[in-house]
């Protein structure tokens, strides 16, 4: 019969085994980290797909709401206009990034043939002033960052995706919820120690016993 001690190293194990895995520091992360970001063209939303699992942010963790009413217009951002910076197959432009619009960007984006100010109500897209929350493209803020034009951003709303495009490094330079982030991995790095720690431990024991 398993020792206790085995038993709880495994549950611990089942349960952090995902934020262990991709949270910062873990080398699991994939991304580029060329000198300049990556920028693509954004591909047109999609409004009438069945809403996907939300999935996780760029810590590791539980993917956070976004903005589910973005300038009071009662739409919901993201890909799937849930609230969610989630992604999927379909979403080619992977609007993973939530960000907090600012006039600058917004001039920036129009320029560069991105009208985001603009309503569209055939992609059900309300158009965003300085202060709005939104889902953006992980290219369109890798193209903005490259400019020196990029807005600030939610890492606990910024899907894990973002990170094949943009490091961590960088987008924690930017973000908004930096002290609420840095609890969150300083919690993850707390309890994979603490996992460390009950492992030697049962194999410490597992040494013993064949002695």
Same mark, same amino acid.
């Given at each position: ?7 709880? !190293?495994? &549950? ?17 992360? +994939?991304? +580029? ?23 996780? $942010? ?38 993973? !990034?939530?960000? +907090? ?44 960052? $490259? ?9 606990? &709303? ?14 924690? !330079? ?10 969150v991995i300083n919690k993850l790095n707390l309890q994979r $120690? ?18």
């Open positions: 019969m398993p020792q206790p001690i085995h038993t709880l !190293v495994l &549950s611990l194990l089942i349960l952090t085994l995902k934020a262990a895995a991709w949270s910062p520091g873990s080398g699991l992360a +994939r991304h +580029r980290t060329p000198t300049r970001l990556m920028a693509e063209e954004e591909e047109g939303d999609v409004t009438d797909v069945e809403t996907k699992h939300s999935g996780y $942010n760029v810590l590791g963790t539980e993917l956070s709401c976004c903005c589910s009413n973005v300038g009071g217009s009662g739409i919901g951002t993201g890909f799937y206009r849930n609230g969610l910076c989630a992604t999927g197959d379909m979403d080619m432009g992977r609007h993973t !990034v939530c960000v +907090r619009a600012t006039d600058e960007f917004l001039d920036f984006s129009k320029s560069v043939g991105n009208d985001l100010s603009t309503p569209m109500p055939e992609y059900n897209f309300p158009g965003l002033n300085e202060g709005d929350i939104w889902c953006l493209c992980a290219q369109r803020w890798a193209q903005a960052y $490259n400019a020196g034009k990029a807005p600030k951003l939610f890492l606990q &709303s910024t899907h894990e995706k973002t990170l094949d495009y943009i490091p961590l490094g960088v987008l924690k !330079v930017f973000a908004i919820d930096a002290d609420e982030a840095n609890a $120690n603490h996992l460390d720690e009950l492992i030697s431990k049962g194999a410490a024991e597992d040494d013993d016993s064949f002695q």
